[in-house]
């Protein structure tokens, strides 16, 4: 080969691998909501595959349908299992897709795993700061008991083991909820406990958090639970920023947003159970995350 065609072949071999370099995107995990399954995720899991074709996705089928009403702290250490593999192998970072009940999962996840490594962290519909609605889920476990009545049921070391229960924010039981609660309150470092600075350091690992939601939603009341707010005793929904755990940073929340690493999208007309299949969703709110 003459000496002048050689760095034509080098440019043409360059363009060539030029796409497959591009084209590595991130792993993404996925994680189901109550009652759900990783079959509930297949068109979530489809629009990532035809946007970003290549990505590894993995929608993981654990604590799936019924078991989902197990303990939360279970939960959580049986998802951790099997997304610590995926995190320790991936040295560029992972993103999570964590919906409804599953985002409560991820946070419990990311605050007791040191050294994770996500990137982006996506809540679709979760209810961060809790919940005070019943639902048809709920009216399932517990039938015809109203939400006024709801605290004396999951406010006790019973009604801790069910998973909804460990997240129930009543306001007008607001100190039986702090002496009470076993997952939410420590998780948002409501209460003091001895992991509480560990817990911290391990969520502000986290690169990019965007929170999913809409006022259509249907279940997760009130519906800003999934931008982290929740209602006072007035009835009255207390916003992110005004929230006693933001105001004093106890898990890192104010810390992030102040590094512009919490995004919100608000999107409405979409039902609970349609997040994870709304093109819409994942074109405006998602998919520019996964890269």
């Known amino acids: 080969m003459a000496d002048g065609c050689r760095p034509c072949v080098f440019i043409l071999v360059v363009l060539l691998l030029l796409p497959s370099a591009i084209m590595a995107y991130r792993p993404v995990i996925i994680i189901h909501g109550l009652f759900g399954g990783p079959v509930q ?49 991936t040295g560029d970072g992972v993103h999570l897709i964590c ?10 996840v990311l605050a007791t795993l040191p050294q994770h490594n996500a990137h982006s962290v996506i809540f679709l519909s979760s209810p961060l700061a809790g919940q005070y609605g019943v639902t048809r889920a709920i009216s399932g476990v517990f039938p015809k008991l109203p939400k006024s009545s709801l605290h ?6 019973l009604g801790q083991k069910t998973s909804f229960c460990s997240y129930w924010n009543d306001p007008h039981h607001r100190e039986k909820y702090l002496n009470s ?24 690992r986290i690169k990019t958090m965007v929170l999913i939601g809409g006022p259509n939603d249907g279940v997760i009341l009130p519906w800003q639970s999934s931008m982290f707010g929740s209602f006072d005793s007035d009835g009255k929904v207390i916003d992110m920023e005004n929230q006693d755990f933001y105001v004093r940073d106890t898990f890192g929340l104010k810390t992030l947003k102040s590094q512009s690493a919490v995004w919100k999208c608000i999107v409405p007309g979409v039902k609970h159970n349609f997040w994870p299949s709304d093109p819409r969703v994942f074109q405006n709110c998602i998919e520019k995350w996964l890269t």
């Open 152 to 157: 004396n049921v999951c406010y006790t070391e």
């Open 41 to 89: 995720m297949t068109p979530l899991v489809n629009l990532i595959k035809e946007s970003h074709p290549g990505t590894s996705v993995t929608a993981v089928s654990l604590y799936d349908y019924t078991d989902s009403v197990k303990p939360m702290w279970d939960q959580v250490e049986g998802f951790k299992k099997v997304l610590q593999p995926i995190i320790e192998s």
């Open 181 to 204: 609660s076993v997952f939410l309150a420590p998780l948002n470092g409501e209460v003091e406990h001895v992991n509480s600075t560990e817990w911290r350091n391990n969520f502000l």
């Open 99 to 108: 919906y409804s009940q599953g985002g409560l999962i991820c946070r419990g």
